[in-house]
């Protein structure tokens, strides 16, 4: 064992024997050592920027870093190999048979997911490293049920999202304190795997989520760089393709490019988690109560403002403009309601591709042919970084623009309730990713709902239907109706973590403020079921 490195679970073991070798671990305490003291100053930075929108100060464009933004020479590192042509880009957790049904999908990337769809547990975390290194290696055929799963001879393009500045990795501590879960996610990835991913024609490429300021590109950015020094790998090899999913990384764009320039494959839109940002960074704010999900689509006017700033941006520095994710799957048992919904998915990506985007993001293998038709007959090219909209003029008010059409429904209020209780339990159950109305939902859409339910209770929103008062009390009422009924939307939901989410969600309705994030607050959760001691966290989190 590595001198002040300690592994605080023994599940997955035979996972942790391949993982945890002597030299990775030294490789992750390095990284915790040299930069977790930076990671903590940024997340009290995120405290201090809250602090001031609470107190009105709007958001608004760096005046500090406007010489980076008039400055017109400076461009982004040249596509890495596999990365020219991202048309359709695949997304889902990293269990063994989604990693070769995702990679085998047709699509040109698959992300491979730490963060958003999978629940962090820690058989979760080291199993799906290990399924990605034996994809790497091509050794990750198998066999289950008489049914064969095995890896086509020209898989996507493999790129890793680690979880966000926020996590922690509670199961792993150096010097007595838990290592940060984007640091971990990273570490093991890259050590087992860059020189191999480089070896077959291709690099280690990240989606780096979650950021907040530029500085925290910078400090991917100071990781990248030492990361590479570490292995002997020249620099620049590594490319993260930044998630603009939070409301103030969007008047940081430029800035955010700029810090991770020779390493920067781009920008994604990041639509779900930037609407649940945009609710809970204006929390304060009257004027920011949005109607049901469904309403605020990517057509309104924040939405609109921020992906063509999004285009603009990337294509002024010659780096790729992702457009956001299709949650629709099939819906095989009816035809005329399966046609509406694939109908939406050709529609949003058409709407991306003549907007400008380079790219999409899906949710299942099936809506490939769908995305890859729709931009195969409007994207000609590789890309169309030429596509500079310079017609484009977006301010700070745009970017900030409340006006959303639609009503406050009964309906939309129970389906809000209802999938904040169905996510919520099955991701302390394990699962991180779940079919819900026949869309695939990950943490961004139990957030919004989470959001939006604290929201309307605490600004005395009503029902437009019949004017009712949206209380706690009323809340309550629809956490007890729904909650039965969870275990059958979700297979294999617990009733006690069906109990679990119906607490956490009545005790978050009657916060001052929502919690930064479910998935923080829920992680003891899953540390618990996982060895971890809780006086050990609780010394940790001191």
């Known amino acids: 064992m590595v001198a002040g490195v300690q592994i605080h679970s023994k599940v997955a073991q035979k996972a942790q024997a391949e993982l945890f070798t002597d030299d990775a671990l030294k490789f992750l305490a390095a990284l915790h050592r040299t930069f977790e003291s930076t990671r903590q100053s940024l997340l009290i930075a995120r405290e201090d920027a809250q602090r001031r929108y609470d107190a009105g100060v709007p958001l608004d464009f760096a005046p500090e870093t406007a010489h980076i933004r008039a400055e017109p020479s400076w461009h982004c590192a040249l596509p890495a190999p596999g990365l020219e042509d991202r048309r359709v880009e695949i997304t889902g957790p990293t269990d063994r048979k989604m990693v070769i049904n995702a990679l085998n999908s047709g699509a040109k990337t698959f992300m491979a997911d730490f963060e958003d769809s999978s629940a962090p547990t820690f058989a979760n975390m080291v199993n799906g490293q290990i399924n990605l290194r034996d994809a790497i290696h091509r050794q990750i055929d198998f066999e289950v049920g008489g049914k064969s799963y095995k890896l086509s001879q020209n898989p996507a393009v493999l790129i890793v999202r680690p979880r966000g500045w926020h996590l922690d990795e509670p199961r792993v501590t150096v010097d007595n304190v838990p290592v940060s879960g984007s640091i971990f996610d990273f570490a093991f990835y890259f ?250 939902e990950d943490a961004a859409t139990a957030e919004i709902t989470r959001v939006q339910l604290w929201q309307w209770v605490r600004y005395g929103s009503r029902i437009s239907d019949t004017g009712e008062l949206i209380t706690v009390e009323l809340v309550d009422k629809l956490v007890g109706e729904l909650a039965p009924g969870i275990k059958g939307l979700v297979a294999g939901v617990k009733e006690e973590n069906v109990k679990l989410a119906m607490e956490y969600l009545k005790g978050q309705i009657r916060r001052q403020w929502p919690s930064e994030f479910l998935t923080s607050d829920l992680m003891p959760y899953l540390a618990i079921a996982d060895g971890v001691e809780p006086a050990r966290q609780r010394v940790a989190a001191l």
């Open 191 to 440: 050590y087992h795997n860059a020189h191999e991913l480089v070896k077959r024609g291709s690099g280690p490429y990240f989606y780096l989520p979650k950021m907040e300021h530029y500085l925290e590109a910078r400090l991917w950015n100071d990781i990248f760089v030492f990361s590479q020094s570490y292995i002997g790998m020249p620099h620049n090899t590594i490319r993260g393709t930044v998630l603009i999913e939070t409301l103030p990384a969007a008047f940081q764009m430029e800035e955010i490019l700029f810090e991770l320039r020779n390493h920067s494959s781009g920008l994604n839109c990041g639509r779900w988690d930037y609407i649940f940002s945009f609710i809970k960074k204006r929390r304060a704010d009257r004027s920011a109560i949005f109607p049901d999900r469904k309403d605020v689509t990517m057509t309104v006017g924040f939405m609109d403002s921020y992906v063509r700033l999004l285009i603009q941006t990337c294509h002024k520095r010659k780096v790729a403009a992702m457009g956001g994710m299709s949650a629709q799957i099939p819906i095989k048992d009816d035809p005329k309601a399966n046609e509406i919904a694939m109908n939406k998915v050709r529609s949003d990506k058409l709407r991306e591709v003549t907007a400008g985007h380079d790219g999409t993001w899906i949710a299942h293998p099936l809506i490939n042919k769908i995305a890859r038709e729709v931009f195969d007959e409007n994207m000609l090219g590789p890309n169309q970084y030429h596509v500079l909209r310079q017609e484009v003029k977006v301010a700070s008010a745009d970017l900030l623009n409340t006006k959303v059409p639609g009503q406050i429904t009964l309906e939309g209020l129970r389906e809000n309730v209802s999938t904040c209780l169905a996510y919520t339990a099955a991701w302390v159950g394990g699962n991180g990713c779940i079919p819900l109305n026949y869309l695939m």
